[in-house]
């Protein structure tokens, strides 16, 4: 199992320009969640969906958007990159019973 | 609004010693508690976990002291190694202001650094 996939590893963009993050589980798990890590910020959640079909916003999400295209698939889109969106990447996903999240190895954005 | 706050930012520690981290919470329908590690390059690990019916959890050199009447828990790294340096966190889960009890409200984190 590889359990949580992302890509791109690392990407740079231009302000204004759009992208989109992809992130795949092989666990089988309801629960997915984008979070980004920020220097002194811990993490914090962007969206998530609870299962197939339904995304939620989290703590922070302005500026972005979210697909839940199948059980295995969790996107994050970025329409119109800014400066403050430069941050770590993580995808997670967890089982609703046991609740442990698993996360991917991270995207690093950095938006010029 | 902060849910969950973790002390210290930082923390230096000599091989053999023991690590202390701690944090506090504030939503007592948190029924939650997990200990994440996170190596430099990596996405963050679960560690350890506890739940709010027991005050404490061992996992070989690593415990969790949970004291739900102060709602605080802490993680104690006994024995600490250059090999557990890394960022720690925090997180509960539970139902907050969302209304759902899937997610986790992670604190800021402590960088640990084990000097050999």
């Known amino acids: 199992n590889a359990g949580v996939t992302q890509t791109p590893k690392f990407q740079v963009l231009k302000t204004g320009q759009s992208m989109t993050l992809q992130c795949a589980q092989d666990m089988n798990h309801n629960s997915m969640y984008w979070y980004r890590q920020d220097p002194g910020m811990g993490l914090r959640l962007i969206y998530y969906s609870a299962s197939e079909g339904t995304t939620d916003k989290g703590e922070v999400p302005n500026g972005y958007n979210v697909s839940r295209l199948n059980k295995r698939e969790f996107s994050l889109r970025l329409e119109s990159a800014a400066p403050s969106q430069t941050s770590v990447y993580f995808c997670?996903?967890?089982?609703?019973?046991?609740?442990?999240?698993?996360f991917g190895p991270g995207t690093r954005l950095t938006v010029l | 609004q902060q849910q969950v706050k973790q002390s210290p930012q930082s923390l230096i520690v000599q091989k053999g010693g023991i690590s202390i981290i701690n944090c506090a919470y504030e939503?007592?329908?948190?029924?939650?508690f997990p200990w994440y590690q996170q190596f430099p390059g990596k996405g963050p690990a679960l560690l350890i976990a506890i739940r709010p019916d027991v005050s404490e959890k061992k996992e070989g050199r690593f415990t969790i002291s949970f004291n739900k009447s102060a709602k605080q828990f802490s993680l104690h790294i006994m024995d600490s190694q250059p090999g557990d340096s890394a960022t720690y966190f925090c997180a509960a889960k539970g139902q907050n202001s969302g209304g759902s009890n899937y997610k986790l409200t992670f604190g800021k984190g402590t960088l640990l650094t084990v000097n050999p």
């Open positions: 997670a996903s967890s089982e609703e019973e046991r609740q442990r999240q698993f």
């Open positions: 939503n007592t329908a948190f029924d939650y």
